[in-house]
């Protein structure tokens, strides 16, 4: 609410309020001024010129002089800093001499003013002082000045800088991730019709040979259809909704298959509320199946297992085909898929390995816990 009452503010009502707020530090910096110029006065008044050596009077009359020119010298840097900084980089110094130039020339005209009223500068001496203080207050003012504002005004081009650069950055690592999030729903889109094909295959074998079993195979395939639809909108989803929709499609494939495909799930009960990409055991599963249970007669045994070792989560795929390498995998097979979302989501840190261990082939999916 504030933000977008602040934007329709008129540009003439901006600069009526920055003028007040100007206006207002202005009379604030020569009052308080003033206010500290006659306290020290009084205190010098009570003791008396008389009891005043000359050393003390040049003390109090340098620090009437450096009281009216420093307060209104900071206000000015302050003001010229502000408003001049960003916009003219090369000519803010000479703005800034500019300024204290007329701070210093209003100290000095000021400070002699109240020291007259005091009685410590004659009336006829009051020009005469004006005058004697006004180059050496100028070179003063302006090497002081000039020298904090060199340094506020690196400070501030400083700090532009480093905010421009982690503006820059905030916005390179959202575009990043903009796009390694469009990209993940390219794959994740693209796994889903490969998928929804080889469970339609699977019906449309039973349907001549058992239409009741086929109608039941399409609840299940409804089922699994839902959840393809809602781990669409997720990156990750739990192991434990990943192995329901495996079991569904290993059921619909043993309709199939009969006793040709056999198949077992050892996972730990702790692990089921790990978070794994959605449908990625499912693509090791249906791999197994296409490639070893439907190309030999004597099918195929599948076994799902998974572990945590280090830190790491491994779940494992083990049937007992011929096996195969990765290096075959082209970027439109399903394991490609799964090997590009897994660098997508982990990076380096989620890996795809296949192995041959004890006369078996075994697909590891790992990433971190």
Same mark, same amino acid.
């Given at each position: 609410m504030n933000c977008a009452s602040d934007s329709t503010v008129p540009d003439s009502t901006k600069s009526r309020n920055t003028a007040s707020v100007l206006a207002r530090r202005i009379l604030r910096t020569l009052l308080i001024a003033a206010a500290v110029?006659?306290?020290?006065l009084a205190i010098f008044l009570a003791l008396g010129h008389s009891r005043l050596s000359q050393s003390g009077i040049e003390l109090a009359v340098s620090f009437v002089y450096s009281i009216f020119i420093s307060l209104p010298s900071m206000l000015v840097l302050h003001w010229v800093g502000n408003r001049y900084a960003a916009k003219h980089t090369r000519l803010v110094y000479v703005f800034h001499a500019l300024g204290l130039l007329c701070a210093a020339?209003?100290?000095?005209?000021?400070?002699?003013?109240?020291?007259?009223v005091a009685g410590m500068i004659l009336y006829g001496n009051y020009w005469s002082a004006v005058w004697s203080a006004f180059p050496f207050s100028v070179v003063i003012t302006l090497i002081v000045g000039l020298t904090i504002a060199s340094y506020e005004t690196l400070r501030y081009k400083l700090q532009s800088t480093t905010l421009e650069l982690r503006t820059k950055q905030v916005e390179q690592e959202?575009?990043?991730k903009l796009l390694a999030e469009a990209q993940l729903s390219s794959l994740e889109s693209r796994i889903h019709p490969h998928f929804l094909f080889n469970t339609l295959n699977s019906i449309a074998a039973l349907i001549p040979k058992d239409p009741i079993l086929a109608e039941d195979t399409v609840g299940k395939l409804a089922s699994l259809l839902r959840f393809s639809?809602?781990?669409?909108?997720?990156?990750?989803?739990?192991?434990?909704?990943?192995?329901?929709?495996?079991?569904?499609?290993?059921?619909?494939?043993?309709?199939?298959?009969? /006793?040709?495909?056999?198949?077992?799930?050892d996972v730990p009960e702790n692990l089921l509320?790990?978070?794994? /990409? /959605?449908?990625?055991?499912?693509?090791?599963?249906?791999?197994?199946?296409?490639?070893?249970?439907?190309?030999?007669?004597?099918?195929?045994?599948?076994r799902l297992s998974?572990?945590?070792?280090?830190?790491?989560?491994?779940?494992?795929?083990?049937?007992?085909? /011929?096996?195969?390498?990765?290096?075959?995998i082209t970027p439109d097979h399903g394991?490609?898929?799964?090997?590009?979302?897994?660098?997508?989501?982990?990076?380096?840190?989620?890996?795809?390995?296949?192995?041959?261990?004890?006369?078996?082939?075994?697909?590891?999916l790992s990433f971190p816990a």
């Open positions: 110029a006659f306290i020290c020339s209003f100290g000095v005209l000021a400070g002699s003013l109240l020291l007259r959202r575009a990043y639809l809602n781990a669409n909108q997720k990156s990750l989803v739990l192991l434990s909704q990943e192995l329901k929709i495996v079991r569904d499609y290993l059921e619909i494939e043993k309709t199939r298959f009969g /006793p040709r495909l056999s198949y077992a799930i509320d790990v978070k794994v /990409p /959605p449908l990625a055991l499912q693509s090791l599963v249906d791999n197994a199946v296409k490639h070893v249970a439907a190309q030999r007669g004597q099918g195929a045994a599948i998974g572990s945590k070792e280090d830190g790491r989560i491994r779940l494992e795929v083990i049937d007992d085909g /011929p096996g195969f390498s990765l290096d075959a394991l490609g898929n799964l090997i590009a979302r897994l660098e997508l989501l982990f990076g380096a840190a989620g890996q795809l390995e296949v192995a041959r261990e004890y006369g078996r082939t075994v697909v590891r």
